[in-house]
């Protein structure tokens, strides 16, 4: 026992809170996907893929499988293929501007897509705006079915919405990788795309795949966005439609594990791709900085393909934002009439007054437990040698392999019937789901803290004469700060926009968070839209506050938040 | 003032014995210097004292007070971090008034010592800077005050000048020595630089693989070292491979460039043992020197010029012996033109100038 304490320096106190940690991670992420996988494989206590062989063999099945990954890799291609190009000019040259340019890059990312999804339909629906006004303009004389059944429409506002993280990722990547290195691929002769493609992209590759990674899951599982285009052959909206049948249907369970495996099996893939760590920075010498000054045409055009992006990434915002203000808009290119009554509506209805009420009482309450988590982990990771501590922090990172639609889906299965069953309240459920998915940004957060503060900084401070609690108080926290307020503001406001968690836990309408409100008002008929959109611009205001709060805290860092 | 013993201390980290059965002894009011390698675990043995270790085996004394298991905020030592460690969050008088409020000094009293420290240092006009504004001798300054104005029982130095630039690593050197000889307390000082040592130490302890190789005082470890290790490792020197043929008056070495006589050797040496001649680059001189006074007593050698460097003060030269060995000399003073690469010249070695080790000591 004393060997193994030496071993690991364990007071009572690092093992009363690792049994806690461990206890929270056993109850609210392992045991549910323990239980789904026990449930998808056993039918009737004895072992049988049952409901594998169906989904592979039948045809129905197969196809909405092969939509869903389709989509996640359409997606991941066509940002790539956007966000490379935007990465070397932004990265690479020096402009005036240059910081207004990418605030404004980022500003897809505050827009849920599922949100946006309300303001694209308006405009690109088979009579919505764009169609009418290419009517008018004589250039068509049949109207353009835009959505393509739906999935295209998916696609378009998945795209819109994701690229931004792959563009962060990529110029983290390119930022770290070491200019003298291409500087040596010159002088040995290399240059333009024989150069990029010999020697700074396969360095980028970590970070890109890191991003990838994201991307494609987010887009994979992504449950709002079809449910707004009504586009039902996608597995996660499968996986929506059979959590309320469980028991007469385990197929929930075979589709859960399939989206599982297929992370998984995406994970390790780039994992694999880029061999683990992927290349170690070795010892950097004089980093001259690789930025070049752009000629004026450059950045003119610069500009032109930033703002062009831009403009067409804010297309479905400004939907939304019309809906939110028309009172009347048919078979009109824009709205007829004009009145800010939806968002007054916002305070009358009880709707979606108590569901603001709900998603900041939840929200607030898993940022809490978030803080308590992420700090504790962080700290035990950067400061501590403790038992498990690759598992713990695999744990702690793994929520961002693990797709909300899983997580929630794991949870109505298995806590059924129990105490913490979502049909009697859904408050611990939605606060612990909430706040597993978040983790992972607070303990990113955190943990970057420890790694900048100097372990020195604290040991000066206890050789000094101070204890060690009064060392995390006025040494650690204070220089901890403002990588914490970050890291909770995030978690703050992507709690309360979460999707697939409400949706799906949030079971009567006094619990419904915004989210499910939204979801719920775009059901009803007459006004159900503009509310919702009022709703959504709403949603999209606090993110974009938080966002920039945060950015304004991690500086350059904000793209290290969105990586796997 | 304090003294500090290890005794037979140990310390494991990870896989291996960073500091393995290390027993030390420093004086009171001693500025001692812990000597070695990146990785011998000098700066383990350093933490160990400051408490940010505890021993796995062996014990700590400050002043026969066993220290051990005493957590690093009850030890009362001052700590000069090899970054500084300055908490960027205040400002330098904070910095260094902290430990006093950790101690509860009244306010006068912690007034009159931070500016005494600050004073010491020089830097008592930037106590309202935040550490960011200052320079990387400034905050080094700033770190030393933070350790001294605790009056702590030993100061604790960790690489400080390791960041410095040459120029103002030097200037360094000279000003923590008369902080040192002013305050008089004990300075236990940590460095791999063993130009460093040597100018500064009253007494260095030569750290390999966790163990002390040899202590002395610097003209010791220079002039007599006991191992080959040293030898190389302090100042630098050449060291000839042969066989120890005779142990009278004179030692003599059969090497491959012929027999050597020495004036004296490591004690436990017996005759055919395997031994390195041992000879300071500044011990081997080009005959084209003017005043070689020759007792007839002297070593000649033959060796062909490979390569000249110029120094201003002195020229260094590589030369390739009879056998093919390439040694190192250091002329001073060298009158130009007098050699060129190519020349074949004649050195002259005085016996007493060289150290015959035991050839097994180079990895001890």
């Given at each position: 026992?004393?060997?193994?304490?030496k071993?690991?320096?364990?007071?009572?106190?690092?093992?009363?809170?690792?049994a806690?940690?461990?206890?929270f991670?056993?109850?609210?992420?392992?045991?549910p996907?323990?239980?789904v996988f026990?449930n998808?494989?056993?039918?009737?206590g004895?072992?049988?893929?049952?409901?594998?062989?169906l989904?592979?063999?039948?045809?129905?099945?197969?196809?909405i499988?092969?939509?869903?990954?389709?989509?996640?890799?359409?997606?991941?291609?066509?940002?790539?293929?956007?966000?490379l190009?935007?990465?070397?000019?932004?990265?690479?040259?020096?402009?005036p501007?240059?910081?207004?340019l990418?605030?404004?890059?980022l500003?897809?990312?505050?827009?849920?897509?599922?949100?946006?999804?309300i303001?694209?339909?308006?405009?690109?629906?088979?009579?919505?705006?764009?169609?009418?006004?290419?009517?008018?303009?004589?250039?068509i004389d049949?109207?353009i079915?835009?959505?393509?059944?739906?999935l295209?429409g998916?696609?378009?506002?998945e795209?819109?919405?994701?690229?931004?993280?792959?563009?962060?990722?990529?110029?983290?990547?390119?930022?770290?990788?070491?200019?003298?290195?291409?500087?040596?691929?010159r002088?040995?002769g290399?240059?333009?795309?024989?150069?990029?493609?010999?020697?700074?992209?396969?360095?980028m590759l970590p970070?890109y795949f890191?991003g990838?990674i994201?991307?494609?899951i987010?887009s994979?599982?992504d449950?709002?966005?079809?449910?707004?285009?009504?586009?039902?052959?996608?597995?996660?909206?499968?996986i929506?439609?059979?959590?309320?049948d469980?028991?007469?249907?385990?197929m929930g369970?075979?589709f859960?594990?399939?989206?599982?495996?297929?992370?998984?099996?995406?994970?390790?893939?780039?994992?694999?791709?880029i061999?683990?760590?992927?290349?170690?920075?070795?010892?950097?010498?004089?980093?001259?900085?690789?930025?070049?000054p752009?000629?004026?045409?450059l950045?003119?055009?610069?500009?032109?393909?930033?703002l062009?992006?831009s403009?067409?990434?804010?297309?479905?915002?400004?939907?939304?934002?019309?809906?939110s203000?028309?009172?009347?808009w048919?078979?009109?290119?824009?709205?007829?009439?004009?009145s800010a009554?939806?968002?007054?509506?916002?305070?009358?209805?009880?709707l979606?007054m108590v569901?603001?009420?709900?998603?900041?009482?939840?929200?607030?309450?898993?940022?809490?437990?978030?803080?308590?988590?992420?700090?504790t982990?962080?700290?035990?990771l950067?400061?501590?040698?403790?038992?498990?501590r690759?598992?713990?922090?695999?744990?702690?990172?793994?929520?961002?392999?693990?797709?909300?639609?899983v997580?929630?889906?794991?949870?109505?299965a298995?806590?059924?019937?129990?105490p913490?069953?979502?049909?009697?309240?859904?408050v611990?459920?939605?606060v612990?789901?909430?706040?597993?998915?978040?983790?992972?940004?607070?303990?990113?957060?955190a943990?970057a803290?420890?790694q900048?503060?100097?372990?020195?900084?604290?040991?000066?401070a206890?050789?000094?004469?101070?204890?060690?609690?009064?060392?995390?108080?006025?040494?650690?926290?204070?220089?901890?700060?403002?990588?914490?307020?970050?890291?909770?503001?995030?978690?703050?406001?992507?709690?309360?926009?979460?999707?697939?968690?409400?949706?799906?836990?949030?079971?009567?309408?006094?619990?419904y968070?915004?989210?499910?409100?939204?979801?719920a008002?775009?059901?009803?008929?007459?006004?159900?839209?503009?509310?919702?959109?009022?709703?959504?611009?709403?949603?999209?205001?606090?993110?974009?506050?938080?966002?920039?709060?945060?950015s304004?805290?991690?500086?350059?860092?904000?793209g290290?938040?969105?990586?796997? | 003032?304090?003294?500090?013993k290890?005794?037979?201390?140990?310390?494991?980290?990870?896989?291996?014995?960073a500091v393995?059965?290390?027993?030390l002894?420093?004086?009171?009011?001693?500025?001692?210097?812990?000597?070695?390698?990146s990785g011998?675990?000098?700066t383990?043995?350093?933490?160990?004292?400051?408490?940010?270790?505890?021993p796995?085996?062996?014990?700590?004394?400050?002043?026969?007070?066993?220290?051990?298991?005493?957590?690093?905020?009850?030890?009362?030592?001052?700590?000069?971090?090899?970054?500084y460690?300055l908490?960027?969050?205040?400002?330098?008088?904070?910095?260094?008034a902290?430990?006093?409020?950790?101690?509860?000094?009244?306010?006068?009293?912690?007034?009159?010592?931070?500016?005494?420290?600050?004073?010491?240092?020089?830097?008592?006009?930037y106590?309202?800077?935040?550490?960011?504004?200052?320079?990387?001798g400034?905050?080094?300054?700033v770190?030393?005050?933070?350790a001294?104005?605790?009056?702590?029982?030993?100061?604790?130095?960790?690489?400080?000048?390791?960041?410095?630039?040459?120029?103002?690593?030097?200037?360094?050197?000279?000003?923590?020595?008369?902080?040192h000889?002013?305050?008089?307390?004990?300075?236990?000082?940590?460095?791999?630089?063993?130009?460093?040592?040597?100018?500064m130490?009253?007494?260095?302890?030569?750290i390999?693989?966790?163990?002390?190789?040899?202590i002395?005082?610097?003209?010791?470890?220079?002039?007599?070292?006991e191992?080959?290790f040293?030898?190389?490792?302090?100042?630098?020197?050449?060291?000839?491979?042969?066989t120890?043929?005779?142990?009278?008056?004179?030692?003599?070495?059969r090497?491959?460039t012929?027999l050597?006589?020495t004036?004296n050797?490591?004690?436990?040496l017996?005759?055919?043992?395997?031994?390195?001649?041992?000879i300071r680059?500044?011990?081997?001189?080009?005959?084209?020197?003017?005043?070689i006074?020759?007792?007839?007593?002297?070593n000649?050698?033959i060796?062909?010029?490979?390569?000249?460097?110029?120094?201003?003060?002195?020229?260094?030269?590589s030369?390739?012996?009879a056998?093919?060995?390439?040694?190192?000399?250091?002329?001073?003073?060298q009158p130009?033109?007098?050699?060129?690469?190519?020349?074949?010249?004649?050195?002259?070695?005085?016996?007493?100038d060289?150290?015959?080790l035991?050839?097994?000591?180079?990895?001890?």
């Amino acid at each position: 026992m004393r060997s193994w304490m030496k071993r690991y320096d364990i007071g009572p106190a690092t093992a009363g809170l690792l049994a806690l940690l461990w206890c929270f991670f056993l109850v609210f992420l392992l045991y549910p996907l323990v239980f789904v996988f026990s449930n998808a494989f056993f039918l009737g206590g004895s072992f049988s893929p049952l409901y594998f062989k169906l989904m592979f063999t039948s045809p129905s099945y197969t196809t909405i499988l092969a939509n869903s990954i389709n989509l996640g890799l359409v997606v991941t291609l066509v940002t790539t293929l956007l966000s490379l190009p935007l990465t070397f000019l932004l990265v690479r040259y020096e402009f005036p501007g240059k910081v207004l340019l990418i605030g404004l890059i980022l500003i897809p990312l505050v827009l849920p897509p599922f949100v946006g999804a309300i303001g694209m339909r308006q405009l690109l629906a088979r009579f919505g705006s764009i169609n009418l006004l290419l009517l008018e303009a004589g250039l068509i004389d049949q109207p353009i079915d835009w959505l393509g059944g739906g999935l295209a429409g998916v696609i378009i506002l998945e795209v819109l919405h994701l690229y931004p993280i792959m563009y962060l990722n990529l110029a983290a990547a390119l930022a770290n990788v070491d200019p003298s290195v291409e500087e040596a691929a010159r002088n040995m002769g290399a240059s333009g795309f024989q150069l990029f493609r010999t020697v700074t992209f396969p360095l980028m590759l970590p970070g890109y795949f890191a991003g990838a990674i994201i991307v494609f899951i987010w887009s994979f599982t992504d449950l709002g966005t079809p449910l707004v285009f009504e586009y039902r052959d996608l597995i996660s909206v499968q996986i929506f439609n059979m959590v309320t049948d469980l028991h007469q249907n385990p197929m929930g369970y075979a589709f859960v594990v399939t989206v599982i495996m297929l992370t998984l099996l995406f994970f390790y893939v780039s994992k694999r791709l880029i061999g683990g760590n992927g290349y170690a920075m070795l010892g950097r010498g004089n980093v001259v900085s690789a930025m070049r000054p752009a000629s004026l045409s450059l950045t003119l055009s610069i500009y032109a393909v930033v703002l062009g992006l831009s403009a067409i990434a804010l297309v479905p915002h400004v939907g939304v934002l019309l809906t939110s203000i028309s009172t009347r808009w048919f078979l009109t290119v824009l709205p007829t009439a004009y009145s800010a009554k939806f968002y007054s509506e916002i305070f009358a209805q009880d709707l979606t007054m108590v569901s603001i009420k709900n998603s900041l009482f939840l929200s607030s309450l898993s940022t809490v437990l978030d803080i308590f988590l992420g700090v504790t982990i962080a700290y035990l990771l950067a400061r501590k040698r403790v038992p498990g501590r690759n598992i713990l922090d695999s744990l702690a990172m793994l929520p961002l392999a693990l797709p909300g639609l899983v997580m929630a889906f794991g949870y109505v299965a298995a806590f059924s019937a129990t105490p913490l069953d979502p049909r009697i309240t859904p408050v611990p459920l939605l606060v612990a789901a909430y706040a597993v998915r978040r983790l992972p940004y607070m303990m990113r957060a955190a943990y970057a803290g420890f790694q900048q503060t100097n372990i020195a900084l604290e040991e000066a401070a206890m050789n000094l004469g101070a204890s060690p609690l009064k060392t995390i108080y006025q040494i650690t926290f204070p220089l901890l700060f403002a990588n914490l307020v970050a890291g909770a503001v995030l978690c703050f406001s992507f709690s309360m926009l979460e999707v697939s968690d409400s949706l799906i836990l949030a079971l009567k309408e006094q619990h419904y968070p915004i989210t499910k409100a939204i979801w719920a008002l775009l059901k009803r008929i007459a006004d159900g839209p503009n509310i919702a959109s009022a709703m959504g611009m709403l949603g999209l205001t606090l993110l974009s506050g938080s966002l920039f709060l945060a950015s304004r805290f991690f500086g350059r860092r904000l793209g290290e938040l969105f990586r796997a | 003032m304090v003294s500090v013993k290890f005794e037979r201390v140990t310390k494991i980290l990870g896989e291996s014995r960073a500091v393995d059965g290390l027993t030390l002894e420093i004086k009171p009011g001693e500025l001692f210097f812990l000597l070695g390698p990146s990785g011998c675990g000098k700066t383990t043995a350093l933490r160990l004292v400051a408490g940010f270790y505890t021993p796995d085996e062996g014990k700590i004394f400050l002043n026969e007070r066993d220290q051990s298991r005493i957590p690093p905020h009850k030890r009362n030592t001052g700590m000069v971090f090899q970054n500084y460690a300055l908490w960027p969050h205040m400002d330098i008088w904070n910095n260094v008034a902290y430990g006093l409020k950790m101690r509860r000094l009244s306010e006068p009293e912690k007034k009159q010592r931070v500016g005494r420290a600050l004073e010491t240092v020089q830097m008592e006009t930037y106590a309202h800077r935040m550490p960011n504004q200052l320079s990387g001798g400034q905050q080094q300054r700033v770190a030393l005050a933070r350790a001294l104005v605790i009056e702590p029982d030993v100061i604790l130095l960790d690489e400080p000048l390791s960041n410095l630039d040459a120029k103002l690593r030097i200037e360094m050197r000279a000003q923590i020595k008369e902080i040192h000889r002013k305050i008089g307390r004990t300075m236990i000082y940590v460095t791999h630089d063993q130009a460093e040592a040597l100018s500064m130490a009253d007494r260095i302890a030569v750290i390999r693989r966790g163990r002390v190789v040899q202590i002395g005082t610097p003209r010791q470890l220079y002039s007599c070292p006991e191992s080959a290790f040293v030898a190389d490792f302090i100042g630098g020197t050449n060291l000839l491979a042969g066989t120890l043929e005779e142990c009278g008056d004179w030692w003599m070495v059969r090497t491959e460039t012929g027999l050597m006589r020495t004036a004296n050797g490591e004690k436990k040496l017996a005759r055919g043992d395997r031994v390195f001649c041992s000879i300071r680059p500044e011990s081997l001189r080009l005959q084209t020197e003017a005043s070689i006074s020759d007792d007839g007593n002297g070593n000649r050698l033959i060796g062909e010029i490979q390569s000249i460097m110029y120094f201003g003060d002195r020229e260094e030269y590589s030369l390739r012996l009879a056998d093919g060995t390439v040694v190192r000399a250091v002329q001073y003073n060298q009158p130009p033109g007098t050699t060129a690469v190519g020349s074949r010249v004649k050195l002259h070695i005085d016996p007493r100038d060289i150290v015959v080790l035991p050839q097994d000591s180079l990895d001890a």
